[in-house]
C-alpha cells in the first residue's frame, strides 16, 4: 500500500486555508497537515514536516509564495486571487504543477489531487518508459489518455505495482483503462510468473485479489 501524500497550505487567511484543508482531508490518499500563513513558517513547517505537495497562495504577509515553492522544490499547485498573466506565467514556469484563481468551485481542487495521485502512481519509482510518461502527463492535466499497445499497457500495469501492492480495480484507476483489461493482463503477467497473486478475505462477500511485484 502506498504512503499517503502530505499536502501542506500555505495562505494567509485562515477560513481559505481551513476550506482547503478539509477538501484535502476529504480525498483518499491524501493527508492535510497543518497550514501556515506566512513565508516563515512555510520554511520551518517544509523542513519538519517534510510535505509531498504545497498548495500555496502568491501574496504572504513576509514574502511570496511562488518563491517558497522554487526554494523547496517540491510538487506544488499555486491557489490564489491574482490572475493577471505576468504572475500565472510566472508560477507555471517557476514548477508550478497547476494554478487555480481564488474563490474556485472546490470540484476544480478536488479533480486535480486526484489527477495528481495518479501521476504520482505512474512516476513513483525506478525508470519509465516513454509511453508512461507521456501517460502520466496526461492524467496530471487532464487530457486524452494515450491508449498504450498490448506489451505497453502491461509495462505500465507492472509500473503501477512498483508503487505497492494493489487490486484490479486500483490498477484499473491508476493505469486508465477499464477494469476487465486490467484483470486481463494481470491474469497473463500472473501466468508469467511476472507477479504474485493473494487473496485477501473481508468480513463478507467474496475474496478480493491483490497483486504485487513478484
Not at 501492492?165 to 484483470?183: D, K, N, P
Request: proline letters at 5%.
Amino acid at each position: 500500500m502506498t504512503n499517503e501524500i502530505r499536502v501542506l497550505i500555505v495562505d494567509d487567511d485562515f477560513r481559505v486555508s481551513g476550506i482547503h484543508r478539509d477538501l484535502v482531508a476529504a480525498r483518499p490518499g491524501f493527508t492535510a497537515l497543518p497550514p501556515v500563513r506566512d513565508a516563515a513558517s512555510a520554511r520551518i513547517a517544509i523542513r519538519d514536516m517534510r510535505p509531498d505537495l504545497l498548495l500555496l497562495d502568491v501574496y504572504l504577509p513576509d514574502g511570496d509564495g511562488i518563491e517558497i515553492g522554487r526554494e523547496a522544490g517540491i510538487d506544488r499547485f499555486v491557489l490564489s486571487a491574482a490572475d493577471d498573466v505576468a504572475t500565472i506565467r510566472r508560477a507555471l514556469t517557476s514548477g508550478a504543477l497547476h494554478y487555480l484563481v481564488k474563490p474556485f468551485d472546490p470540484r476544480a481542487l478536488q479533480d486535480r489531487l486526484d489527477r495528481y495521485a495518479r501521476f504520482r502512481n505512474l512516476l513513483s519509482t525506478g525508470s519509465a518508459t516513454q509511453e508512461t510518461i507521456d501517460r502520466a502527463v496526461s492524467v496530471l492535466h487532464g487530457g486524452a489518455v494515450p491508449a498504450p499497445a498490448r506489451a505497453g499497457t502491461q509495462q505500465v500495469i507492472l509500473d503501477a505495482l512498483a508503487a505497492g501492492e494493489a487490486s484490479s480495480v486500483e490498477i484499473a484507476e491508476r493505469v486508465g483503462v477499464s477494469r476487465a483489461t486490467a484483470q486481463r493482463h494481470l491474469a497473463e503477467l500472473a501466468a508469467r510468473g511476472a507477479i504474485d497473486v493473494t487473496l485477501q478475505y473481508g468480513s463478507a462477500g467474496r475474496p478480493e485479489h491483490r497483486y504485487r511485484l513478484s
